[in-house]
């Protein structure tokens, strides 16, 4: 199975669905995600940053508004063409090679784009070639209860999937063992599995755990 092209051909298939959900990014964990970024990397200083896997460009439009340079790439053409369409810069990214030259952004911002390639450390070491000396990347990944995994469960039967079961703590090490210094980590919670509050704040000194009980897990990592 040619991983990246089935993968391509999928989020091809799904571009309209997404040009059409704005409003994960108005509110929920998209949107939690996207202002722990805001957070991470301060837009008044105007950044050039990647939103990498940007989809139909509505994340990248929200960077722009807010002062970064942003721009975009996906592996979907269709995608692509969406976000252009929003004024985004954007290009279409193959073979888990990112089009850009090295130490080129200030900060790479991966909405569970990672999961989707055969091998997710090849694209680690793309986003740490690109970014400048101390340049930030925020790495957001999906929690055990978010629906999408349930794509992955064919495995289990021996069937080829283009879902990485990639969890929370792998990530980190990834991002670690590529040279990474995580400085800041983040969880956001919905649906019918997300917790008290109170479960929440007993579980601060196990972020393994509370990544457990999270919709999507973000870490903010700095190049060393």
């Known amino acids: 199975m040619d991983w990246n092209s089935k993968s391509t051909e999928l989020w091809g298939d799904q571009a309209d669905r997404w040009n059409k959900q704005e409003h994960i990014w108005e509110k ?21 940053v990647l939103d990498m896997g940007c989809g139909p460009g509505v994340s990248t439009s929200l960077m722009n508004l807010q002062g970064y340079q942003a721009l975009g790439i996906d592996q979907s053409e269709g995608m692509v063409r ?17 089009p ?3 130490n080129h952004f ?16 090849q694209l680690i070491k793309e986003i740490e070639r690109i970014l400048k000396p101390g ?11 978010a629906r999408p995994r349930q794509s992955a469960y064919g495995r289990l039967y021996g ?19 590529h040279g990474f210094s995580v400085n800041e980590m ?16 007993l579980l601060d000194d196990n972020w393994i755990a ?14 060393t």
């Not at 369409?85 to 090679?97: F, I, P, S």
């Not at 340049?135 to 209860?145: C, Q, R, S």
């Not at 999270?214 to 700095?222: E, H």
């Open 28 to 48: 929920g964990p998209r949107a939690e995600m996207l202002d722990f970024f805001f957070e991470t990397i301060d837009g008044t200083l105007h950044p050039k």
């Open 82 to 98: 969406y976000a252009k369409e929003r004024d985004v810069e954007a290009y279409v990214m193959t073979d888990n090679v990112i």
């Open 100 to 102: 850009f030259k090295d």
């Open 106 to 121: 200030d900060g790479v911002f991966a909405c569970t784009s990672l999961e989707w390639t055969d091998e997710p450390h």
């Open 135 to 145: 340049g930030t990347f925020v790495a957001v990944t999906l929690g055990p209860y």
């Open 159 to 177: 069937e080829k999937v283009i879902h990485n079961m990639m969890m929370p703590w792998e990530l980190r090490h990834l991002l670690e063992e």
């Open 186 to 201: 983040r969880g956001a919670y919905a649906g019918k599995h997300m917790p008290n509050s109170n479960i929440i704040d």
């Open 210 to 223: 509370k990544s457990a009980l999270s919709f999507l897990w973000a870490f903010a990592a700095v190049t």
